[in-house]
Every structure is written in structure tokens, then in C-alpha cells.
């Protein structure tokens, strides 16, 4: 049996859509059409061949996000929009399988292979977790977390912790190696973001 045979169904994907999308006036992203599709549905599109389950963690438009991704949308326990690590504490929380991965609303050109890539990483340095790393620097919330870590964040979180590299020097963690497709890191920040996303978008869908 390959070293990847069973990843799919031992992973549960959250979307994180639980922010306050301030750079962009408070337009909730993940709902933002681009290219025809709102970007929470490219997302799943991506994640629904290499995972069992999928959760949208999101404190607003509740409603919207379910009827789009089809999946449990969960909010954050900690009140305030306490950050992705509130979210993944959530996601932890309600899966049932050996790993959580996340990744954000916003990145609709998800690689078909992300889960396998950061499982690679997270086996070869026998790590609690893994992070994508684009070639110039990590990318902290796209990563493959251990479920068992949940207690750990928890703790973190009650003391105050809010920062997601911190967390993540409490455990080892693994790069995994991404540069061969910085595009997958593309979100939208500003109004020209989604044009050029949205151009990328339909270049690769053709």
C-alpha cells in the first residue's frame, strides 16, 4: 500500500472564512464571484477529491457559505474574530479524522495534490504538522495539522496566544515545498486583486 493511500479519507478540509476582510472594506471573501463561481466554491471544488469531509469556518453570512459549499459551516468559539487559529481550534473541534487541513476562502486556485504534498512533508520529518512554504516564506494557513494537537491549541488560545507562528514553534513542523506553484497563493486583497485572480483563473481553467 502507497504511502498515500489512505490520506484522503483520514483528512477533513476547514476553509477559514471567519475574518473581517477589512483590506477590502468588509466584503466577506469567500463570496466574492470570480470567474463565475463565489471563490468558496472554487475552493471546494479543489478540496472535495482529496479529503472525507469539509467544514467552512466562518462568523459571518453563515446561511450563504452553506448553501454554496454545501458543507457544516462552524463558527469560532472565541468571540471577537480572535484569528485563523480560533477557526482551527473550531475545525479541530468538530472533525473526526487524523488530520484537520486549512486553507483560507480566498485562494481559489487550490493544487489538486495539496493534501498529499503536505502529508509528504509532515511523514518525512515525522512532524505534528506541515505548512506550505512558496519559496520565500511560509504560508501559515495552508497546512496539515495532527488532531491531537486540539488540547495544545486550546491551551494556547486560553493564555492569550493569538499568533499563528507561535503556536506553530510549539511543535515541530515541517515545510513543505511549494515554489513550483506560487500562483496557488493568489487571494484578493484590493478590487484589482480579483481582476487579475479572476484573469488567472480562467487561464488555467482553459
Same mark, same amino acid.
Given at each position: 500500500?502507497?504511502? =498515500?493511500?489512505?490520506?484522503?479519507?483520514?483528512? *477533513?478540509?476547514?476553509?477559514?472564512?471567519?475574518?473581517q476582510?477589512?483590506?477590502?472594506?468588509? *466584503?466577506?471573501?469567500?463570496?466574492?464571484? !470570480?470567474?463565475?463561481?463565489?471563490? !468558496?466554491?472554487?475552493?471546494?471544488? +479543489?478540496?472535495?477529491?482529496?479529503?472525507? $469531509? #469539509?467544514?467552512? +469556518?466562518?462568523?459571518?453570512?453563515t446561511? @450563504? %457559505?452553506?448553501?454554496?459549499?454545501?458543507?457544516?459551516?462552524?463558527?469560532?468559539?472565541?468571540?471577537? %474574530?480572535?484569528?485563523?487559529?480560533?477557526?482551527?481550534?473550531?475545525? #479541530? =473541534?468538530?472533525?473526526?479524522?487524523? %488530520?484537520?487541513v486549512?486553507?483560507?476562502?480566498?485562494?481559489?486556485?487550490?493544487?489538486? @495534490?495539496?493534501v498529499?504534498?503536505? %502529508?509528504?512533508?509532515?511523514?518525512?520529518? $515525522?512532524?505534528?504538522?506541515s !505548512?506550505?512554504? @512558496?519559496?520565500?516564506?511560509?504560508?501559515?494557513?495552508?497546512?496539515?495539522?495532527?488532531?491531537?494537537?486540539?488540547?495544545?491549541?486550546?491551551?494556547?488560545?486560553? $493564555?492569550?496566544?493569538?499568533?499563528?507562528?507561535?503556536?506553530?514553534?510549539?511543535?515541530? *513542523?515541517?515545510?513543505?515545498?511549494?515554489? $513550483?506553484?506560487?500562483?496557488?497563493?493568489?487571494?484578493?486583497?484590493?478590487?484589482?486583486?480579483?481582476?487579475?485572480?479572476?484573469?488567472?483563473?480562467?487561464?488555467?481553467?482553459?
Amino acid at each position: 500500500m502507497s504511502l =498515500h493511500a489512505n490520506i484522503r479519507s483520514e483528512t *477533513t478540509a476547514l476553509i477559514l472564512a471567519g475574518g473581517q476582510a477589512r483590506r477590502m472594506g468588509g *466584503t466577506d471573501k469567500g463570496l466574492i464571484e !470570480v470567474a463565475g463561481k463565489a471563490m !468558496v466554491e472554487w475552493v471546494v471544488e +479543489s478540496l472535495k477529491p482529496q479529503c472525507r $469531509d #469539509l467544514l467552512v +469556518s466562518a462568523n459571518r453570512h453563515t446561511e @450563504d %457559505y452553506a448553501r454554496l459549499s454545501g458543507c457544516p459551516v462552524i463558527r469560532d468559539e472565541i468571540p471577537g %474574530y480572535a484569528g485563523p487559529l480560533a477557526g482551527m481550534a473550531s475545525g #479541530l =473541534h468538530a472533525c473526526h479524522s487524523e %488530520y484537520l487541513v486549512s486553507v483560507p476562502c480566498d485562494s481559489p486556485l487550490i493544487r489538486p @495534490d495539496l493534501v498529499r504534498r503536505l %502529508y509528504q512533508a509532515l511523514v518525512d520529518e $515525522d512532524a505534528d504538522l506541515s !505548512v506550505a512554504h @512558496d519559496g520565500h516564506r511560509m504560508q501559515p494557513v495552508f497546512a496539515l495539522i495532527k488532531c491531537d494537537l486540539k488540547q495544545s491549541l486550546l491551551d494556547f488560545l486560553a $493564555d492569550g496566544g493569538r499568533k499563528i507562528d507561535h503556536w506553530y514553534r510549539q511543535h515541530l *513542523t515541517a515545510l513543505a515545498d511549494f515554489r $513550483d506553484c506560487e500562483a496557488m497563493f493568489l487571494n484578493i486583497n484590493t478590487p484589482e486583486d480579483r481582476l487579475a485572480l479572476e484573469a488567472t483563473l480562467k487561464e488555467h481553467s482553459a
